[in-house]
């Protein structure tokens, strides 16, 4: 069993953790802009909304536990990772189910053959377990 404090921070896993209900973000997020179009200047705005409503509306106990993250990385949707961690820390726990480990810098790389797109985790209140 992971212990939780009662303060806002990151929990990065390579497993799911059972006690916790995890949030498919991928799938949500796609769902929410499938009918968008993918080339459109408004994308990134509605992106943005679309997942401040996903974390709010899957928060449960002050935690938000998400899964398939990977969408935040792509390019059209031109989303801040450090302000989305920002933004999902805000109030709750934060648990994000990794693909692969963290890598020895601090940074998550969700395609480890490509290091083009990674997340620094540098300076981040954050556990691994």
């Known amino acids: 069993m992971v212990m939780l404090s009662s303060q806002s921070g990151l929990i990065l896993s390579e497993n799911y ?6 949030v498919n973000l991928g799938e949500l997020l796609a769902k929410a802009l499938k009918d968008e179009d993918l080339s459109g200047r408004f ?21 938000l536990a998400v899964s398939n993250f990977n969408i935040l ?3 059209a949707l031109k989303i801040n990772l450090n302000a989305f961690l920002k933004e999902a820390m ?4 934060l648990i994000l189910k990794l693909e692969h480990p963290v890598a020895g810098d601090w940074h998550y790389y969700p395609f ?4 083009t797109y ?5 300076g981040i209140n954050s556990t691994t377990c």
């Open 17 to 22: 953790l059972p006690e916790f209900t995890y």
């Open 43 to 63: 994308l990134p705005m509605k992106a943005w909304d679309a997942l401040k409503s996903i974390m709010a509306d899957n928060t449960i106990d002050g935690t």
């Open 73 to 75: 990385f792509e390019p």
């Open 90 to 93: 805000t109030g709750r726990q």
């Open 112 to 115: 480890p053959e490509d290091h």
């Open 118 to 122: 990674y997340l620094d985790l540098t």
